[in-house]
């Protein structure tokens, strides 16, 4: 039997790899703080199961493939906060942002062509690029610059005759990094004067712990041919299993083509459509509360993590996750081992190991990547759970 070789260059999460080690774990009655996925423990709005409840429809029949009318409308409500103007055929709905993205991808990616993404990024964008059979040309940053890769000629070095797009997460994943809007301006004009696309992945918008303003790249005139922002319900409103996210251009050629992913799959899921309408109207004093208790997480976990001899990590300005060195040799098997060999007072952690975030061979091989989704106090015993199993990892 012959396999993809595309899909035989990708590899399992490394946010979900150990699921099945963890699973045995947790029979032996083992608890294991999950530090590995960014699955807030913030509750999902109540607007949203109240919308649930009262789906009168007698039969739950598919959406528009790209997208409810009452969906795309309530975006660009939110949008229109941020003085952005878009019309429903700028929007198409998807199946969480994971689909946004390779509905992009697939759009404008062939064998050989190239997208320069800034690393570490998120380890999906691997997967989802190796799939349309295009290559990641990696932009390298480190903690000590605190992951800035916002520098025309560090990019326009990536850029070759097979450049096809840039992608970027801001605020970022895994570095919590947040560019400025004179960066981001700057990117942009990079992509138009190279004639490229630039993907904005803006799921964490909302989340920035310096004061700064919202910052969304569709609030930059200009770039209409060029830009593409995939945004997302599941981070923003907690509300991850909904699976609901969006396409977002004013390039209708480029949403023409994306269109036919859309109408391939047939429709993103109807009920959660709607309730996620209601989402999109709560009010901002939402926001400024999560963001409070986010960052209020982030500055316990650092506290924490910088205490442990050894480890190395920058202060993520934005989303809810810190990239950090261990002083392990290897921490995908040093999770192993937190899995099947080691517990604390029958207590132990999962965090995504370090190298799928990085497409440089060797990069990342000592790194971790940990989401501050738990409360405040459950991140303290973590971080000292992980400081005990360091020692006696290295001690062995």
């Keep these: 039997m012959k396999y993809s070789s595309k899909m035989e260059r990708c590899s399992l ?18 608890k294991i703080y999950h530090l590995n996925i960014g699955q807030p423990d913030i509750l999902t709005p109540p607007a949203f199961f109240d919308a649930v409840r009262h789906f009168s429809e007698p039969v739950l029949s598919y959406a528009p493939s790209n997208g409810l009318n009452a969906l795309l409308d309530a975006v660009r409500r939110y949008y229109a906060r941020l003085g952005v103007t878009l019309a429903r055929d700028d929007i198409l709905a998807a199946t969480g942002g994971s689909e946004a993205l390779m509905m992009v991808l697939s759009s404008i990616l062939d064998d050989g062509d190239e997208i320069v993404i800034p690393e570490p990024f998120y380890p999906n964008y691997y997967t989802f690029t190796t799939l349309t059979g295009a290559k990641i040309r990696p932009l390298t940053t480190c903690p000590e610059e605190g992951y800035r890769y916002a520098v025309r000629e560090r990019v326009e070095a990536c850029i070759n005759e097979r450049t096809r797009a840039i992608l970027i ?61 995939i945004d997302s319900v599941s981070k923003r409103f907690s509300a991850c299993g909904a699976r609901v996210g969006m396409v977002i251009s004013k390039n209708p050629t480029l949403m023409g083509h994306a269109l036919k992913w859309c109408q391939g799959r047939l ?25 409070t208790e986010y960052k209020h997480r982030r500055d316990v976990m650092l506290a924490k993590l910088r205490a442990i001899p050894g480890v190395v990590c920058a202060e993520p300005r934005g989303a809810f996750y810190v990239m950090a060195a261990l002083p392990v040799d290897d921490t995908e098997k040093f999770q192993r081992w937190l899995l099947n060999d080691f517990e604390d007072q029958g207590e132990t952690l999962m965090y995504a190991f370090g190298a799928p975030f990085y497409a440089t061979p060797g990069k990342g091989v000592n790194e971790v990547r940990m989401a501050y989704v738990l409360e405040a106090k459950e991140l303290e015993r973590a971080m000292d759970i992980l400081a005990k199993a360091i020692e006696q990892y290295n001690a062995r």
Excluded: W
């Design 267 to 291: 429709s993103s899921p109807t009920l959660e459509q709607l309730a996620s309408v209601a989402l999109y109207e709560l009010d901002e004093s939402y926001f400024d509360a999560v963001r």
């Design 169 to 229: 997460t801001n605020p970022g994943n895994p570095t919590g990094a947040v560019i400025t809007p004179e960066e981001l301006h700057m990117m942009l004009d990079i992509a138009r004067e190279h004639e490229l696309f630039i993907i904005c992945d803006e799921v964490y918008r909302e989340f920035v712990y310096g004061g700064e303003p919202l910052l969304s790249a569709l609030q930059f005139d200009g770039y209409e041919e060029n830009l593409v922002v």
């Design 13 to 30: 999460s490394p946010m979900r790899k150990f699921n099945k080690d963890a699973a045995r774990a947790e029979e032996r009655g083992v």
